[in-house]
């Protein structure tokens, strides 16, 4: 016999809708779905998140560490002032 503990949970109405989508998909009961999702989940190994390059080039040491919104208005800035002046 497997020793089971009975408890009472509040489940948040999306993570419902995607336990009873898994059901509908599977034919699993609730109950099992429930718990294969909570086994899956918390024996999956966290891994360290890695970011690859999508360039081979350095990045520009000049916009290192720099607001991108800000840089992106600055450029957006010197074109309108560069077509007014033409």
């Known amino acids: 016999m497997v020793n089971t ?11 419902e809708a995607l336990l009873r989508e898994e059901v509908s998909r599977t034919g699993a009961s609730f109950k099992a779905v ?4 909570i086994r ?3 024996a999956r190994p966290s891994k360290a998140v890695t970011v690859e390059p999508l360039f081979e080039v350095p990045f520009p040491w000049a916009l290192e ?5 800000h840089l992106s208005a600055e450029w957006e800035d010197e074109d309108t002032l560069r077509e007014l002046s033409s």
């Open 34 to 37: 429930l718990n294969e999702s």
């Open 5 to 15: 503990m009975r408890t009472t949970v509040t489940i948040a109405p999306d993570t």
């Open 40 to 42: 899956r989940a918390l």
């Open 65 to 69: 560490g720099k607001s991108f919104n």
